[in-house]
């Protein structure tokens, strides 16, 4: 890799500017470096109101008219310029926890990131992809909602089900559902419809250098053959920034909207062999690691990677009026835009929580109230780490918000 001189010459911006207004002031100053356009990246975290943002990013792009839609991209051809400011996400890979400081894309773009308390986020996670649908319709029938509050503890029988059922089913799902993951849910992909213990933690503390790659690399060889592990090897160190130009954005190769508000990504897609054959582009995507025994260290690693984000959000506040504003602000909207996340649906939800209780405990309590609190105990300690970063991150949020507020006299009358 290349010399700490180096490192110092693509370091990130110093990401202090006003959050009013962000997106004008960030690709303002991409513009007067002479980059032809931008990035919004968005870390992706499963069950943590990705859909929603996902499609408050697209209302976003359509209100400073820019298009980045499915039509967009049928009418590009390889190699063509980048257009405007161009869409990135990262759902089912680690994001390296160094990307900020050697990636030099991170400084054309736009970070965001939504968190979620760990046991809330894997429990839903279950009962989205852990529970199949033969199952469900077995157990519960054929509604939509797996869980019916309207029987919760009303109904004897409908809640003994419930019980029994996560008594057994939660720890299965726990042990075998990462190996049993069918067709696309399982080939190369880290973080999809499975338990992945620490989620989060993981999520933001991927390793591509150094001792932490070190460590890493050398877990895995203990449990896979060594010529993956080469092969891995030689791809995190060709492809790494310090190693690889990433100057000329290829806008071909982010991603494009679809009219119902998914993501079309091509740079996963059938074409990108031949059209993107360096894989996705923009902020973050080359390849990491992030599997193994974790320590405190990773903590360390995902807090310094989280500093990094333009909005840190939490998934439990996300319709709060000052959470909304503060997006539409950083994002140069208008805080009563229609499509603020304060006025916005809840998408994939399997129970509508109806109070602020059930949206910040709903899963915890429900263990504890069905009286399977050894599952629960079960679930903390095999991700404390994961619960130590969150904790941590609610803090580097709240910084954020009350930086916002003091700047913008939010609160004030």
Partial sequence: LQTEEMRQEIRPLVKNEPYMNRW???????????????YVFFKHIRKAGGTSLRKYISNVFEHHGLSHNISDFVQM?????????????????????QCSAVDPRWQESLNIIVLRHP?????????????????????F???????????????????????RFLNEEVPYWMEHSKMEGIGKYKKGAMFSRWYQDNFQLRALAGCSSGRC???????????EQGNVTEVLLKSIHDLHPLNHSYVTPNALCTQFFRENNLVFDVCSGKKRDVQCSGGCDGPCAYPTTAEGPLDKNDVRRAIKSLKAFDAILLMEKLKDQDESAFLNDVMGVPRDASFALSSMRGMNARVVK???????????DLLAKLNLQSLLLRLEEENKLEIEFFNRAVDLHNQQMQVWKEETGWGRG
């Avoid at 051809?77 to 926890?97: G, K, M, R, T």
């Avoid at 869980?147 to 019980?163: E, G, P, R």
């Avoid at 790659?213 to 449990?223: A, F």
């Fill in 24 to 38: 004008h002031r960030r690709f303002s100053s991409s513009a007067a470096r002479g980059n032809l356009g931008g």
């Fill in 213 to 223: 790659l070190e460590k890493r690399l050398s877990e895995k060889r203990l449990s």
């Fill in 354 to 364: 109806s109070n602020r209780r059930e949206v910040t405990h709903f899963y915890r």
């Fill in 77 to 97: 051809v390889p190699n063509q310029a980048n257009i405007d400011i161009s869409y990135v996400e990262q759902e089912f890979e680690p994001l390296d926890w």
């Fill in 119 to 139: 046991i809330e986020r894997h429990m839903s996670e279950f009962f989205f992809s852990g529970v199949t649908f033969p199952t469900k319709k077995k157990v």
């Fill in 141 to 163: 029938g054929s509604n939509r909602r797996v869980i019916q509050k309207d029987q919760l503890f009303f109904n004897k029988t409908y809640t003994t089900t419930l019980a």
